[in-house]
C-alpha cells in the first residue's frame, strides 16, 4: 500500500509550489468595460491578453461558451498561467474552476482517459436547490430538565415565537444535545431543519439587543421572523459532478474526496449519476454551471488524449476548455507528425487562440515590485534595477527566484534591506538556463551520455532552453 499512498502526496505538493508563484495574482484587473488596467488586482501589462480572457469571462458568465475551448499561447513566462489563475479568481467561489499539468495524466493510478474524464466533471458543477422544512424563530425560553440520576434521559422544552405567534416544543435527546451544542439561549433567532434537526443560529434579536450589552462586536444582530414558525425554505448546494461521481461510487466513498486518491470510477456510476441530473434538471431541481478546465502544458498530452478531447467537447456537458502552452511547431506526441504546438490541427481549429508577448523592462519591474511585496522584501533601487536587467536577459521566472535567495544572503549579513551586491551574489551561486547550457556546451566531455548535436558543439549559441 505504501506506493500507493505517495502519489496525492507528491501532488499536493506541486500544488502548493503553483499555488505560490501566483498568490499576487486576485483576478484579472480589468475595468467595467473589460479594459486592462495597467496594473491592477496583482496583474501587470499583458493588456491585450487579459482582455480577451475578459471577453471570455463574460461569455462564461452568459452561459455562451460551454464546450468552446481557449488556448493561451506564448513563450515561456510570459503569464499565460497567471492569467488563468486570475481568471479563476474572477469567476468567483460559484463556479467551478479545475486546474492541471497535462503531465499529470501520464502519473496517476488510472488511464490517461479516466483522468481526462475525472479532470472534465471537477470543471462542471451542479446547483441542487432542496426544499425543506424549517421551524424559524425567536427562542423565547430553553428548559432542560437534568434529572440528577446518571441514565435518565434528559428531557426539555423550547418556547419559539414569530411576530404572530408563539408556540411550546418538547425537546428529544437529540435536540437537547444540538441545543446545547449550539448554545442557543433566549432572545436567538434559530433555524431548526425538521429533516436532520439541525440547529442554525442566525443571530440574536434586536428586540433584546439591549439586555445584552456586553457582547462582542461580533455578535449579529437581526429581526425577529414574521408569519408562521414552520416554513418551507429552499437551500441551494453547489457541488461539482465529480464530487457527485466520487461520493456515489461504492467502493471509494466520500472520503476518498479528501485523500485525493479516487481510483477509477465506473462508467455505470457515472451513467446512472447523468441520468439522475437529467431528470432533477427536467424537474427544475438542479441546474448544470459549466466552470472552467485549465490544463497546462498542453502539449505533454498525447493522441490519444487529443482526440478524447475533440470528443468530450461535443457533449452537451462539458465545462469551458482553457490550455496553455509555450512550444512552437513541434511533434504530436505519440505520433511522427508535427503541428503547431503540438497540437493537432482538428483541436487547434475549435480553440480560441490568445497569445501573450514578451514584456517591456517597465512590466517586468513592476511584477518584480508587486513579487518583492508578495514576499515581503525590502530592496534598494539599485538592486531592483539589476534584478530587472537580470530578468529581461534571463527570464523573469528566474528573476523572481534570486529575490528569495537574495534576501536570504541580505539576513545573513544581518541588512534589512536587500542591496545590489546580494542580488549579484545570488546570480553567481545560481546560474540561469543560458549560462547553464554554456557550460555544459564548455565542459561536455566531462558529462555522460552527451548528446549535444554537432552544430553546437564549437558554441553555438543557441540550444532548445530545457525548461519545463
Ligand atoms: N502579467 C503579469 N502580472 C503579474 N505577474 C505575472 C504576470 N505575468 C507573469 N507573472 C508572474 O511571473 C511568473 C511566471 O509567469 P507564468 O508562470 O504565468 O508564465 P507562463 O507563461 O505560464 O510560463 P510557462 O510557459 O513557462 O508555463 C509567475 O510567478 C507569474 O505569477
Not at 32 to 49: F, H, I, K, N, P
Not at 52 to 60: D, E, K, Q, S, T
Not at 110 to 132: D, W
Not at 222 to 235: A, F, H, I, T
Amino acid at each position: 500500500m505504501a506506493d500507493v499512498r505517495v502519489a496525492p502526496e507528491v501532488q499536493d505538493l506541486t500544488r502548493i509550489e503553483r499555488i505560490g508563484a501566483h498568490s499576487h495574482i486576485r483576478g484579472l484587473g480589468l475595468d467595467d468595460t473589460l479594459e486592462a488596467r495597467e496594473v491592477s488586482q496583482g496583474m501587470v501589462g499583458q493588456t491585450e491578453a487579459r482582455r480577451a480572457a475578459g471577453v471570455i469571462l463574460r461569455m462564461i458568465k452568459e452561459g455562451k461558451i460551454a464546450g468552446r475551448a481557449v488556448m493561451l499561447a506564448g513563450q515561456p513566462g510570459t503569464g499565460k498561467t497567471a492569467i488563468a489563475m486570475g481568471m479563476a479568481k474572477s469567476l468567483g467561489e460559484e463556479t467551478p474552476f479545475a486546474m492541471m499539468a497535462a503531465s499529470e495524466i501520464f502519473s496517476l493510478e488510472m488511464s490517461k482517459t479516466e483522468a481526462l474524464t475525472q479532470a472534465f466533471r471537477k470543471g462542471i458543477g451542479v446547483r441542487i436547490r432542496e426544499e425543506t422544512e424549517v421551524i424559524e424563530g425567536e427562542v423565547v425560553e430553553v428548559e432542560i430538565d437534568r434529572p440528577a440520576a446518571g441514565n435518565v434521559a434528559k428531557t426539555g422544552k423550547l418556547t419559539m415565537k414569530t411576530t404572530e405567534m408563539e408556540t411550546i416544543y418538547d425537546l428529544g435527546v437529540k435536540m437537547i444535545e444540538c441545543i446545547i451544542k449550539e448554545k442557543v439561549q433566549a432572545g436567538d433567532v434559530i433555524a431548526i431543519d425538521k429533516v436532520s434537526g439541525k440547529v442554525s443560529r442566525l443571530g440574536r434579536s434586536y428586540a433584546r439587543s439591549k439586555d445584552y450589552d456586553a457582547m462582542g462586536g461580533t455578535t449579529k444582530f437581526v429581526q425577529c421572523p414574521d408569519g408562521e414558525l414552520q416554513r418551507r425554505k429552499e437551500v441551494v448546494h453547489m457541488v461539482t459532478l465529480h464530487e457527485i461521481d466520487v461520493i456515489n461510487s461504492r467502493s471509494q466513498g466520500f472520503l476518498a474526496l479528501f485523500a485525493g486518491d479516487t481510483g477509477e470510477i465506473r462508467t455505470e456510476v457515472r451513467e446512472q449519476i447523468d441520468g439522475r441530473i437529467a431528470e432533477w434538471r427536467e424537474e427544475g431541481k438542479a441546474e448544470i454551471v459549466p466552470g472552467v478546465l485549465f490544463i497546462d502544458e498542453v502539449h505533454m498530452l498525447d493522441i490519444e488524449c487529443f482526440s478524447f478531447l475533440n470528443r468530450a467537447l461535443e457533449q452537451d456537458m462539458a465545462p469551458i476548455l482553457v490550455v496553455a502552452t509555450n512550444r512552437g511547431i513541434t511533434q504530436i506526441r505519440g505520433t511522427q507528425y508535427s503541428a503547431p504546438h503540438g497540437v493537432p490541427i482538428d483541436l487547434l481549429d475549435r480553440l480560441l487562440i490568445v497569445s501573450t508577448q514578451p514584456y517591456s523592462p517597465k512590466d517586468l519591474r513592476t511584477i518584480l515590485d508587486i513579487r518583492r511585496e508578495e514576499e515581503d522584501v525590502e530592496m534598494s533601487d539599485d538592486a531592483t534595477e539589476l534584478l530587472t536587467r537580470i530578468a529581461a536577459e534571463t527570464s523573469l521566472r528566474y528573476a523572481i527566484h534570486l529575490i528569495t535567495a537574495s534576501s536570504l544572503i541580505a539576513a545573513k549579513r544581518k541588512a534589512a534591506e536587500v542591496d545590489i551586491e546580494d542580488v549579484s551574489r545570488a546570480y553567481t551561486l545560481f546560474i540561469d538556463i543560458k549560462r547553464s547550457v554554456q557550460y555544459m556546451l564548455d565542459y561536455q566531455d566531462q558529462y555522460m551520455y552527451n548528446e549535444i548535436p554537432q552544430g553546437l558543439q564549437n558554441g553555438g549559441s543557441h540550444a532548445e532552453p530545457m525548461t519545463d
